[in-house]
């Protein structure tokens, strides 16, 4: 036995943020049953102990007992633990405090003159002596990078990040000392306009926040003779400009380095929010990427592929005279012309443009980022080895990973994690490509369980909520972004019922007792908003709503909110958070509220099933999503259940068996068939390749999700670019139902300490493996289904239990460690690519699929008739075309099914 992932939980940002930490560890043990059975926890400083902790079988979230932490102060973590085999383990951790509460000896300075929209702060210091340690503490009204004679301090990108500005203002600690000489050293700190004073949302309007920017860096030396000294930004400094003419997030970076050097002195300035330590990951490159090819557009344009949508910028080695001009463009897509296509950018430019100094130089930008795979370089055609695309995200760690046989169902998941990775730059924004890139609650609502499966999004979502909770407003709405930049939005159900969803689910994936009670106040306030607005039937039934929103059902596409009724899909929501409310109260020992809670939570059930089912168990709205929702959360009454299910499954029948589901039903669609014995129509679901499906953005080359099921058409032409991201995370909420019921990993108490292991055999997947780093250690489950045999395996970490439910067998309880089971099945997992369920159209949207009708029936495509036969199945043309036509489409599918499948 052994110990990994010794840990400070709130030190994230690399040091510790609070007085009184807590901290986790995870065990490892080749024995099976491992249990810890004691633990003991000292912290020392100075080698006295301080604090300590003592117990049995605690090993996550540990709170010691004793003096709250200094600032600026290192400590050792010494910890020891016995597990029930006998065996012992100990590990030491030294971890160090950033400022804490203590205030910044430094001052907000601000050029009394701006010399530029991007400057440099520069001063000078002395190191008097040789230095043993020197940290940094810096933050900015804006964005800023802090260099030491010309050497960047951290690795990170658009520090202090972003936060609502006028409550809350991160700042970051940085290990200086390799930086420090000693003698004069200069210091400079880079100032950009980021989301505090640039571009914001959809006015692009400038200065939400604030009109100037302005920086604060704090500099402390601690010398070998233990002395120290402190510098600080203030009057003494001066504001220059640099070759940075201009940054903006949505338009882009302008460099120009034949630019004339202009100063100005600086001022201090005052500001309203709270200064916090940094609270989740910073934003790093986290990958690099090289072009796969590059190429002239049928337009002329030189253009890189870099075969993959992702976030961030590129780096160029170029060699060229001075004045010259290199402006690259982004796109993520090319239209169907196969020319550069920028138009769903809207009116963010996306531009970065370098004025060259002459020689060889080496470009990056510093204050924005793009979403793009596509870069065109106007100005000068860079060969595809200077080109680097640099991969940013908040650098969180990864902690699942699915796997099987289907190339086209792995794509999909890794369109998932890179539209997570994407969209996770500080904030979970709905695109990073257009004049948008927000903080919609919606999307981060309905993706989080995904999220959480994917990366440890604790730290990232903690920080998020805390901006949630001082945006939201005094009546208990919740803004639908978060930071809130577009104010004067009422609350709307999913989208503001993320204050309560967001924390619960939290809890259940990590099981931070203390992160829930933090959140509490908030989502009690959001549900009793609701419970302020509800008409005297005891509902939600006023107000704006975004209903389904999406959804492929609505009689007028131009609402966007499909034909489920709004408020029934309101009231779902009211309905859940309550319950979740009442089920929190509960696990905070508030057991009043709980009482009270889960009293509302009955009567909104009550209500909800008087209002909008019929005697007979008839829904008012009949729509996917509505019987979706009701059958997930448990809103359909037991004696009406039969009933529901049965509606489900004609509507789809309706629909060709595919989704017309929007932002409200589709996270939940899937899971509602596997719940209730329709796991054969979420497997259609998911292997569909015509639209609407997930696999066909797959088929049409997607490497991220996207926000329209229809973004490329078949033909490849384009949807309406108004609303038409390429990559928008919403829909990958179907990642969940892969690692939950595929392969079956679920969690029965909170963080996964005791877990069922159900994998799901799943027609067309003849082998899934999953695996999922929980707060207590890797949890492995999936199945192997070939030849006849049918092979389970999971791995349970040390300190759980797990329930395994082993297909056409018994279930079992186990302790911790690997386990297989290997036995004889009649069970075929096969599946046909193209059956006689399969469109016609889809067959003709297909260049193959013409070719083999050509070839076997000449001529048949040549009249006016077949267009018309689009959405019949081809069992439905059988049944026009008699036994010739029978014939024909069944040799049609035999070399349908005979194509590759795309490579993995």
């Not at 940085?174 to 959809?202: H, P, R």
């Not at 509902?539 to 489920?564: C, E, I, K, M, V």
């Amino acid at each position: 036995m052994n110990l990994s992932d010794f840990r400070v939980v709130e030190a994230a940002g690399g040091f510790c943020r609070v007085e009184k930490p807590h901290f986790s560890w995870k065990l490892r043990s080749d024995e099976r049953d491992t249990k810890q059975i004691k633990f003991e926890l000292a912290i020392l400083k100075d080698g006295k102990t301080i604090a300590r902790a003592a117990g049995e079988g605690e090993s996550v979230y540990v709170l010691p007992e004793g003096e709250v932490l200094a600032p600026r102060t290192q400590y050792e973590a010494r910890l020891t633990v016995e597990d029930n085999h006998g065996c012992r383990a100990g590990e030491t951790l030294v971890f160090e405090t950033d400022k804490l509460s203590e205030p910044f000896a430094a001052k907000m300075i601000a050029p009394t003159e701006a010399p530029a929209p991007v400057y440099a702060l520069k001063g000078k210091f002395t190191a008097k002596k040789p230095v043993r340690a020197a940290r940094l503490y810096a933050t900015a009204l804006g964005l800023y990078e802090c260099y030491f004679g010309g050497k960047k301090a951290g690795d990170s990108y658009f520090a202090p990040f972003w936060t609502s500005y006028s409550h809350t203002l991160e700042y970051q600690t940085y290990d200086v000392t390799s930086l420090i000489n000693e003698g004069e050293n200069d210091f400079s700190m880079l100032v950009g306009k980021g989301w505090y004073a640039g571009a914001l949302g959809f006015m692009k309007q400038r200065g939400i926040y604030g009109g100037r920017t302005a920086g604060m860096a704090e500099i402390r030396l601690t010398y070998e003779d233990g002395t120290g000294d402190v510098f600080g930004t203030d009057e003494s400094f001066t504001a220059v400009s640099t070759y940075i003419a201009d940054s903006e997030f949505y338009f882009g970076e302008t460099q120009d380095f034949t630019k004339e050097e202009k100063s100005s002195p600086v001022e201090v300035i005052s500001f309203p929010a709270k200064v916090v330590g940094q609270i989740n990951e910073p934003v790093r490159c986290t990958q690099v990427l090289k072009p796969i090819s590059c190429f002239h557009t049928p337009k002329g344009e030189y253009v890189l592929d870099f075969g993959q949508n992702f976030t961030g910028f590129v780096s160029l080695e170029v060699e060229g005279e001075r004045g010259e001009t290199i402006t690259l463009r982004h796109a993520e897509v090319l239209d169907k012309e196969g020319n550069f296509y920028t138009e769903n950018l809207r009116e963010a430019t996306s531009e970065d443009t370098f004025i060259l100094a002459g020689g060889k130089q080496v470009l990056t930008p510093h204050f924005t980022f793009h979403g793009f795979r596509y870069l065109q370089i106007v100005g000068k055609e860079l060969p595809k080895e200077a080109v680097t695309g640099l991969v940013l995200h908040s650098d969180m760690k990864q902690t699942g990973k699915f796997e099987c046989s289907d190339p086209r169902v792995e794509r999909l998941w890794q369109n998932i994690v890179w539209g997570q990775r994407s969209n996770f730059v500080d904030v979970p924004t709905d695109c990073p490509q257009r004049d948008e890139r927000l903080g919609w609650t919606g999307d981060a609502n309905v993706f989080f369980r995904t999220a959480a499966f994917n990366y440890d999004v604790s730290s990232f979502f903690n920080k998020w909520l805390l901006d949630l909770a001082s945006e939201q407003r005094a009546d208990g709405s919740v803004p639908h972004v978060i930071p809130d930049i577009l104010s004067g939005n009422d609350g709307a159900a999913l989208w503001s019922d993320c204050a309560t969803m967001i924390p619960w689910n939290e809890y259940l994936v990590y099981g931070d007792k203390d992160a829930l009670r933090a959140q509490f106040p908030a989502m009690k306030k959001w549900v009793d908003f609701v419970h302020s607005r509800c008409s005297e039937n005891g509902l939600w039934q006023t107000g704006f709503q975004y209903g389904d929103w999406l959804a492929l059902d609505g009689s007028n596409p131009a609402t966007r909110t499909g034909s489920t009724d709004k408020h029934l899909v309101a009231n779902v929501f009211y309905y859940v958070s309550t319950d979740i409310v009442a089920k929190a109260a509960h696990v905070l020992g508030e057991e009043a509220l709980a009482k009270e809670y889960s009293a509302r939570a009955d009567a909104i059930k009550a209500a909800f099933q008087t209002e909008y089912f019929t005697a007979t168990g008839r829904l008012v709205s009949e729509t996917q999503t509505a019987c979706v929702l009701t059958l997930y959360f448990g809103l359909v009454p037991d004696e009406m259940r039969a009933r529901v299910i049965g509606t489900l499954k004609t509507n789809l029948s309706e629909h060709n068996n595919h989704l017309v589901t929007g932002f409200a039903g589709t996270p939940y669609l899937l899971f509602a068939l596997s719940e209730n014995g329709m796991h054969d129509l979420a497997e259609k679901l998911l292997f569909h390749e015509d639209f609407p499906s997930w696999l066909y953005a797959v088929k049409m080359g997607a490497t991220t999700i996207w926000e329209r099921w229809d973004g490329i058409l078949p033909d490849g032409s384009l949807h309406e670019p108004s609303m038409n991201s390429f990559n928008h995370y919403s829909y990958g909420s179907v990642g969940d139902w892969l690692y939950r019921i595929v392969a079956g990993i679920r969690e029965t108490s909170p963080g996964y300490r005791t877990l069922k292991l159900a994998p799901t055999l799943t027609k067309g997947l003849e082998s899934v493996r999953a695996q999922f780093e929980s707060v207590y250690g890797t949890v492995v489950s999936g199945y192997e289904c070939k030849e006849g045999k049918l092979r389970v395996f999971v791995t349970v970490p040390a300190n759980c239990t797990a329930q395994v439910v082993i297909p056409e067998h018994e279930t079992v309880t186990v302790g911790s460690g690997s386990y297989e089971w290997e036995y004889e099945t009649a069970t075929d997992l096969k599946l046909l690519r193209y059956t006689m369920e399969t469109r016609f159209g889809s067959i003709l949207d297909m260049p193959e699929g013409r070719a083999i009708l050509n070839e076997l029936s000449p001529g048949m495509l040549d009249g006016p008739m077949v267009e018309l036969a689009r959405d019949m199945t081809l069992a439905e043309m059988c049944a026009y075309a008699g036994e010739q036509g029978t014939a024909l489409y069944t040799a049609v599918l035999n070399k349908l099914n005979a194509l590759p499948v795309m490579k993995k």
